[in-house]
């Protein structure tokens, strides 16, 4: 298993859970990059960490492909052999994985990150998305015959089993009784979000002085965020903050859909090309989309287990598995 991204470990640590009670041997590759090996050790996964991000452009991009790449398949050499290897996006594991003649599987819920799929898609043995994508959306990327899906959202599986812990907010000094907001910063290193969002400033000046904690992904976004605002100093309980907030506005998505599928509040300010699965959460009333930061009203909200969807991690758990 490789996980190059945060949000990635919550929706792949109850699929390594299920595999492992089913005997199933799992080594874990990881990308230092974001909260990466900070979750997983909150998680208590071990693993191995093998290169980090090498940056927006996509030189950049295609330079750390090739480097990490290889890396990957020399530890793999050394530690395998390997039956399968699975990602989460990872177009450094495809590749490995080919030049050393493992099946490969990749999945992902949002289909406008070209580069990354014109690889991983072309280079894994099965695609796994979920249902809200049409399959045809990704035949240009070489995935015609591969795909495999699933019903509802990844995070649906993810949380299936979780409960909030109220220790995240005495972590946070919040007030339970007081409105609580979460805020995610941009995805400004991924290759499909290399512009200005010039809606989230205004959202941060907008709640400066609440109890408003935002979750930066990188350290050159935390120096910039400026005072009145919560910023963690290290990895926290993001879904049980999620839980017990609110509201929360992101600008990513995993984050937006971990909230949708907690039954919480959410505003989307991702400027990038919609997918097909917040397509529809936005039909549906599920995701609202944020023009303006005056949309934005932080009161108190009724919390309630009926709004949660729980769906079976070992259907994903089976899907994955090439």
Known sequence: ?????????????????????????????????????????????????????????????????????????????????????VGHGSNDQPVAARLLGIPSTTTFDYEWATFQHQINCRLARAVVVPELLPAERLDRYGARGKVRQYPGLKEEYALADFEPDPAVLDELGLDPAQPIAVVRTPAEMSAYHRFHNSVFGAVLDRLRGTQTVVLPRTPQQRETIGAGL??????????????YADLVVSAGGTMNREAVALGTPVWTTFEGRLGAVDERLIADGRLRRLESPDQIELVKRERSDADRVRRDPGLLAALLLP
Request: hydrophobic share 45%; charged share 20%; glycine share 10%.
């Open 1 to 85: 298993m490789d996980v190059t991204n945060s949000p990635h470990v919550v929706v792949l640590a109850p699929v390594i859970a299920r595999w492992r009670a089913q005997g199933h041997e799992v080594a874990i590759t990881a990308r230092d990059f974001a909260q990466t090996l900070g979750l997983l050790e909150r998680y208590g996964l071990d693993h191995t960490a093998i290169g980090r991000h090498r940056g927006a452009g996509l030189a950049a991009k295609a330079r750390g492909l090739a480097g990490r790449s290889r890396a990957l398949a020399r530890w793999a050499r050394r530690h395998g052999p390997f039956d399968a290897a």
């Open 230 to 243: 919560i910023v963690p100093e290290r990895v926290v309980d993001t879904q049980s903050l999620i839980a």
